[in-house]
Structure formats: structure tokens, C-alpha cells
């Protein structure tokens, strides 16, 4: 298991959310925040605050991409969430850590990891 990290939750579906920040809490880490869209999520950003972010590739049909930039950007790592009903993501992100819905809880903490170590 990773160290205990602050993580922010970037994901438009409220009980999709709510279910991560779940498994989060569970595996010992804080939610720093959970933001519904991409303004929310560039806020956040800027704001800053935690170790890495958990971003759903599409909110509410706006692509994620501007927040993954910002991230890179920063050097704050990032793992990308998705149903799998959605475009390829940008080459840039190929290689991104992704973890696939739906969520459980023995997927979240090697992702973390993965992400972690990039």
C-alpha cells in the first residue's frame, strides 16, 4: 500500500463520486476535493493542495484535457477514469494510468500506485 495521500476527485456522476472517495477513505487516503466539471477542476488546480488526481475523461460532455494539461503542467500526477465508451484519449495520454468503471476497491490502490510511480 502507498503512503496516505491527498487526492482529488474530478468526476460528474454524484454517486460515482461519492463511491470513490469512498474506496479512498477506505484505503487510508483524503479526498483534497471533488469537483463536477472543468472549471471546478481547473479551480482546483490552481488552488493545489494534494498529491494527485483521479480525473473522469468526460464531464458532463467536456473532455478532461484541459485539466490533465494543467496537471502535467505542474507535475502533479494523474490517473484517468473512463467507461470505455469514449474516444481514445489524446496521444500525450496514452501511457496515463487509467482505471476503468466500474470502480472497485482492488483496482483503485494499484492505479494509485501506477500513477504514483510515473
Do not use: Y
Amino acid at each position: 500500500m502507498t503512503h496516505p495521500r491527498n487526492i482529488l476527485v474530478v468526476e460528474d456522476e454524484p454517486l460515482i463520486a461519492m463511491m470513490l472517495e469512498d474506496f479512498l477513505d477506505a484505503l487510508g487516503h483524503q479526498v483534497a476535493a471533488s469537483c463536477e466539471s472543468v472549471a471546478e477542476a481547473m479551480a482546483a488546480v490552481e488552488k493545489g493542495g494534494f498529491d494527485m488526481a483521479i480525473l473522469d475523461v468526460n464531464l458532463g460532455g467536456e473532455p478532461v484535457w484541459p485539466v490533465a494539461e494543467a496537471l502535467r503542467e505542474r507535475g502533479i500526477p494523474f490517473a484517468l477514469a473512463t467507461g470505455g465508451h469514449v474516444t481514445e484519449p489524446p496521444a500525450d495520454f496514452l501511457s496515463t494510468p487509467t482505471l476503468a468503471k466500474p470502480f472497485t476497491m482492488d483496482r483503485v490502490e494499484p492505479v494509485i500506485e501506477a500513477t504514483l510511480a510515473q
